[in-house]
């Protein structure tokens, strides 16, 4: 391992989650670059993938590896995962960047789709069609899944758009609903509560269990947002309930 190489090593605090999980942390910040080095790495140990791992899950600054404790030890599993760390030549954050893969979200803005459109837009000195226009003009990258089962954190909103969460949460939050929360966007992906300022709702089922892959978003995935208007959103909404039907009727 050359000197760069373990210097990179070194750079990676590694924490036992539990007898079979390693927790690799980068850094502790919520910082795009730094994000994109997490998903790096975690793409590194998925191409090298051995028996005994279980799964990965990227965080914004840090990556769980889950392992089979019954198939290798602990300590056989950081050495390993400390010569991914280590590796170089991954082609930067340029590469990881050009080859994710790319989702387009669909999004009804204002009204009964976004509560908190014109309040957020007064808020940031804009007009709601001047709000849309920026929030629905950017390009995401999601930085991590979680609070909730296919719950995306997108980075990569504009720093002008950032807005603070709600003082007093909402107890219920519609299924699909799209929001800032600080400096992020995430997409609420069934009912619950939240403190997220809505801004509208998309019609696609972000988290399905039925589906091979239940997570429609993944860590690392490049997303885009489309605004549509009210008819749109209802004929895609019908399209994926009729979808969900399908597959529940073929597995029965």
């Known amino acids: 391992m050359s000197e760069r190489a373990r210097g990179a090593a ?3 605090e590694f924490e ?13 910040r919520i910082d795009d670059a730094l994000n994109a080095r997490v998903h790096a790495l975690a793409a590194r140990i998925r191409a090298r993938a051995p028996a005994w791992l279980r ?3 990227p965080a914004y600054a840090s990556v769980a590896v889950f392992f089979d404790p019954r198939a290798v030890d602990a300590e ?8 991914r760390c ?34 957020a837009a007064a808020q940031l000195g804009l007009t709601a069609p001047q709000l849309i226009e920026r929030h629905s003009g ?8 979680g609070f909730a089962p296919g719950f995306p ?33 995430g997409i609420y992906p069934r009912p619950g509560p939240g403190g997220w300022r809505l801004l509208g709702r998309t019609p696609l089922r972000l988290f399905d269990a039925a589906r091979a892959a239940p997570s429609l978003l993944q860590p690392g995935d490049r997303v885009r947002l489309r605004a549509i208007g009210a008819d749109e959103f209802h004929a895609l909404h019908e399209r994926s309930l009729h979808a969900r039907a399908q597959r529940e009727d073929a597995a029965e």
């Open 153 to 185: 954190y997108l980075s990569g909103l504009e720093p002008a758009l950032a807005l603070p969460r709600l003082a007093t949460p909402r107890t219920h939050v519609a299924a699909g609903s799209v929001a800032i929360g600080g400096a992020q966007t």
């Open 16 to 28: 036992a989650l539990a007898d079979d999980a390693w927790l690799l942390r980068l850094g502790e």
């Open 55 to 57: 799964d990965l899950v």
């Open 76 to 83: 056989t599993v950081r050495s390993w995962l400390a010569q």
């Open 86 to 119: 280590g590796e170089t030549g991954d082609g930067g954050d340029a590469a990881n960047s050009a080859t994710a893969r790319v989702v387009e979200i669909p999004v009804a803005y204002g009204g009964e789709f976004g509560p908190d459109l014109d309040e």
């Open 10 to 12: 070194a750079a990676v």
């Open 138 to 145: 950017g390009e995401y990258r999601v930085a991590m899944i």
